[in-house]
């Protein structure tokens, strides 16, 4: 499993969260009045229903002027770290398994870990900042030269992205409401309803939001 793809195969698939992975070589100067930015969360509004992104928290890991990727960081999958990658998985937060992380390039995987209080991640081969101590981890280092700076890992399975101007679109039509991530929501353990908690910890009245019911025609 690779950790990105291949530059020549890269699509642009268009929608929500279907656009390809941006150029990194681009660092845009654009101002966004969404403020999203790298440690930025995309919460799904209440309204969206499609299923791939349904109460889902995306984090974002880069947004400039070539587009904006991240990934999503509640949707575990069935499949254990163990059975792709199991130098990895001693490193991984619990639950060690693979996590879904957006509708493109499944097939190639996205590592994010929490530094350790106080660690140094400076002159580190294979990791790089994100924002604070988030940082995306190269699949391809050796897990033991990483696991004692880190407090756990997450690897995704796939990633959300958008080209220029897709998301603009999407949060002029209220589809995400943007808000700070902690450092530890990229390894949060899958059985902590992240969407509502996210919610659950902003200002009234977004703090709200976090009592809508999962199925409304339930009530």
Not at 119 to 133: K, T
Request: proline letters at 7%.
């Amino acid at each position: 499993m690779a950790q990105a793809d291949d530059p020549d195969d890269r699509k642009t698939r268009g929608g929500r969260g279907g656009g390809h992975e941006p150029d990194p070589g681009r660092r845009g100067s654009r101002q966004d009045e969404q403020t999203v930015r790298a440690g930025s969360l995309l919460v799904s509004s209440t309204d969206l229903a499609e299923p791939t992104f349904r109460r889902t928290v995306v984090y974002i890991i880069e947004h400039n002027d070539a587009g904006t990727l991240g990934v999503v960081l509640n949707r575990p999958s069935e499949t254990a770290v163990h059975d792709v990658l199991p130098q990895w998985s001693e490193v991984c937060a619990q639950p060690r398994t693979l996590f879904v992380g957006g509708p493109v390039k499944r097939d190639a995987a996205l590592c994010l870990g929490t530094v350790r209080v106080g660690a140094s991640i400076d002159g580190v081969p294979g990791v790089r900042r994100v924002d604070g101590r988030v940082v995306l981890v190269d699949l391809d280092t050796a897990p033991e030269r990483i696991g004692a700076l880190i407090e756990g890992a997450r690897i995704f399975a796939g990633y959300a992205g958008w080209t220029f101007g897709q998301l603009d679109s999407e949060l002029d039509n209220d589809d995400w409401i943007v808000v700070s991530a902690l450092p530890t929501d990229p390894i949060t353990s899958g059985r902590t309803d992240l969407w509502a908690e996210v919610l659950r910890r902003q200002p009234l009245p977004l703090s709200l939001l976090a009592t809508h019911p999962i199925e409304v025609e339930r009530n």
